[in-house]
């Protein structure tokens, strides 16, 4: 197993495993987000990266974060916002190095916190999560405009 930043070459895998996420999520978005999405990660103004968890060479995990300034401390948090793995690929523990990776990289860096969010249905996940912390007990809300 190799966990790495995405590169510029990585964007025909990337894009399938970001397909069967929006598929297991149950997602539809329209190819121009999933176009910004990709630009986003592969521009380092946009501040939001990609590290790819990688088996015998093929790409079959992404971590996509985002570090940003918080109003709860003074060093920056980071957001993991999207974990995925791919089916052929879970039970190896790709999850759970992907989510060791960013701690590495937020400790390094001196992040305060790295967060997540998952459905409360999302079980498997969960348990994976809970195994690093338990849940803060907060709802997202989402508005859209």
């Known amino acids: 197993m190799l966990i790495r930043d995405a590169e510029p070459g990585d964007h025909a895998d990337w894009l399938v495993l970001w397909l069967g996420y929006l598929d297991f999520l149950g997602e539809r978005l329209a190819p121009e987000v999933t176009a910004n999405v990709w630009q986003g990660i592969m521009e380092p103004a946009r501040r939001f990266r990609a590290r790819l968890a990688l088996v015998g060479g093929r790409v079959c995990g992404f971590a996509i974060h985002h570090p940003h300034v918080s109003t709860w401390s003074i060093q920056p948090d980071c957001y993991l916002e999207d974990l995925f793995v791919a089916e052929s690929a879970r039970g190896l523990g790709l999850g759970r190095a992907l989510i060791e990776d960013l701690v590495a990289i937020a400790r390094a860096n001196g992040w305060e916190r790295l967060y997540w969010m998952t459905g409360q249905d999302n ?18 809300y989402r508005f859209r405009l």
């Not at 079980?123 to 809970?130: G, I, P």
């Open 123 to 140: 079980h498997r996940a969960r348990r994976l999560y809970e195994s690093f912390t338990a849940s803060d007990g907060n709802l997202r």
